[in-house]
């Protein structure tokens, strides 16, 4: 018995079992996005709102440190809420005033993560509540939840290839709740009906799912303020 006692202790002690700390888990994430000081994506956008017709776009994404993010369509319409700013997730993890719950484990299109829930020390703070699904073994952000207070919740699902190194997804889905934001005047789409556009407003409380897979990235090389204007 004491044998037995010995390995199963040896085996829960082991670093093939041990779980990393989730604060280390969060810092180690950080310090992978922090490698990123700006960049330039060119990606595909396709867009889901129920009724809505929205045409597959090519877009061009911006982002300058600390959290300025802009997403330009060939279009001309980008139908992503304010909130999008959590397209980089290193912008959720800039204030580092916010309390860390250890939320266990769960799993993202079958990869293991970690579960952390993120609670701003600020009162004022837009954001409510961030939960973050982190693969341990990579520190890479697979899944993301925010919810705000003018700005209602979202949710992206990260997937990485080429550009994980730097903590940046080859693929994102963004989903969202229209009735929670206000969406831009005089705004006008085809209805899936076939009827006559009419104003996006209608089509207020509907589930929006945007999906972003992007071709290229330009890293670190600057990004002129003008383009966030």
């Known amino acids: 018995m004491k044998a037995y006692l010995s390995v199963l202790l040896t085996l829960l002690i082991s670093p093939a079992f ?9 810092k180690s994430a950080k310090q992978k996005m922090a490698l990123v000081n ?7 956008m396709k867009t889901n709102v129920a009724f809505l017709k929205v045409p597959v776009a090519t877009v061009k994404v911006y982002f300058k440190k600390p959290n300025r993010l802009k997403v330009k369509s060939e279009k001309g319409v980008s139908f992503i809420p304010k909130g999008a700013v959590s397209i980089n997730m290193g912008s959720v993890l800039t204030d580092e ?36 699904y982190i693969e341990e073994a990579t520190a890479l952000i697979r899944k993301a939840k925010t919810t705000t207070r003018e700005n209602g919740s979202f949710e992206l699902e990260m997937t990485y290839s080429k550009y994980a190194s730097y903590g940046l997804p080859d693929k994102i889905v963004f989903s969202f709740n229209t009735k929670d934001y206000k969406l831009p005047k005089g705004v006008t789409f085809d209805f899936d009906d076939g009827s006559t556009p009419a104003p996006v407003d ?10 972003i897979t992007f071709s290229s990235y330009v890293i670190n090389k600057g990004v002129d303020d003008a383009v966030f204007k």
């Open 18 to 26: 041990a779980q990393q700390d989730i604060n280390v888990l969060i």
């Open 38 to 44: 700006d960049y330039e994506a060119l990606g595909r």
């Open 97 to 132: 005033q916010f309390t860390v719950i250890d939320a266990g484990t769960d799993k993202v299109n079958g990869v293991a993560v970690r579960v952390a829930k993120l609670l701003p020390a600020d009162d004022n703070s837009d954001v409510v509540l961030s939960t973050l």
């Open 202 to 211: 209608k089509a207020k409380g509907k589930k929006g799912r945007a999906e």
